[in-house]
């Protein structure tokens, strides 16, 4: 866990075995392939620049196949490099460690942006919400992914009395350091002050349970739950929720000009640095360093 004195601490897999334990060996191909189906029906068929946030090892990154160039962002370096090797260094991935509460940017740079399974560790939500916010052209999607509290399960949990935290109340609940579950009446409240519009809501991964993952082919589970996902317009009662976005700001909003910014002044950063392994701020001289590929914004 890292954290900057001027906000929230941020959750650090660096040295993590997250995609071999969590998603290659951990029983989770059913909420992969139904997360797979509800990126498929909210992405755009096309686009120029995504900035993929909480990018990890590049599991969702090869799901953007509309978008000429891809920027996998994550705080972590090590998951950085498991990207690396699983997509390699091809000219249409960028690789950027960095903070979402302080995005190496320019305004008005990207066409297009993910967040999946990366709000649930967001202390403030509405502060990092705002960051992309910033960081998106006018009328550009932006799909975001959030656990949700209200979910059946939970409902039914302090129903019966098994649960002390209350399902239906608007605050967020940790229920481990730095993992939160979200109202989605409040994502919505977070998603507007942000300014962005929702245009669409899929409640996925019905049917995360472990006896139904045993005991159900994966494939029926699958198209069960694809059937279900549109329901997320009417309620929201799954476990995890995807929304599709739009910024509100003017799509004539002034370009973006250059790509990296400075955390410390905001100055525009020189596409190459004076060395091939760091980028130099030419106004306040701070320094960024290309470690093997990946630029390094981490404080």
């Known amino acids: 866990m890292e954290k900057h004195p001027e906000h929230p601490p941020v959750i650090d897999y660096e ?58 962002l994550d705080y972590s370096l090590t998951q950085l490099q498991q990207a690396q090797e699983f997509l390699g260094k091809d000219d249409k991935y960028t690789y950027v460690a960095g903070d979402v509460y302080r995005l190496p940017f320019v305004a008005n740079l990207f066409d297009g942006g993910t967040m999946i399974r990366t709000l649930h560790h967001m202390q403030d939500p509405a502060a990092a919400l705002k960051q992309v916010s910033r960081v998106l052209k006018g009328k550009s999607p932006f799909i975001l992914e959030y656990a ?29 350091s730095l993992n939160f579950d979200f109202h989605p009446g409040s994502i919505r409240r977070y998603l507007c002050e942000a300014g962005f519009k929702l245009e669409r809501q899929l409640s996925v991964s019905h ?43 003017s799509a004539l909003e002034e370009p973006a000009v250059g790509f990296f910014q400075c955390l410390d002044c905001g100055s525009v950063l020189p596409e190459k640095g004076q060395r091939e392994n760091q980028l130099t701020c030419p106004s306040c001289g701070k320094v960024y360093p290309l470690v093997n590929g990946i630029y390094d914004f981490r404080e």
């Not at 997250?18 to 096309?46: K, V």
């Not at 949700?148 to 019966?160: D, G, P, T």
């Open 148 to 176: 949700n509290k209200h979910n059946i399960k939970a409902i039914l949990r302090y129903l019966v009395g098994k649960q002390d935290w209350n399902p239906f109340s608007p605050e967020p609940v940790e229920f481990t």
């Open 15 to 72: 040295g993590s075995d997250y995609q071999t334990s969590f998603w290659n060996e951990g029983g989770r191909d059913y909420e992969d392939r139904a997360e797979q189906i509800a990126l498929r029906r909210l992405l755009p068929d096309q686009g120029e620049l995504l900035l993929e946030i909480g990018a990890g090892a590049g599991r969702n990154t090869p799901r953007y196949t509309g978008f000429k160039r891809v920027v996998l």
């Open 207 to 249: 049917f995360r349970i472990n006896f139904l993952k045993k005991s159900i082919p994966t494939a029926l589970l699958v198209f069960l739950d694809s059937i279900l996902q549109p329901t997320g317009a009417w309620w929201q009662l799954s476990p995890s929720v995807f929304t599709r976005n739009s910024t509100l700001k």
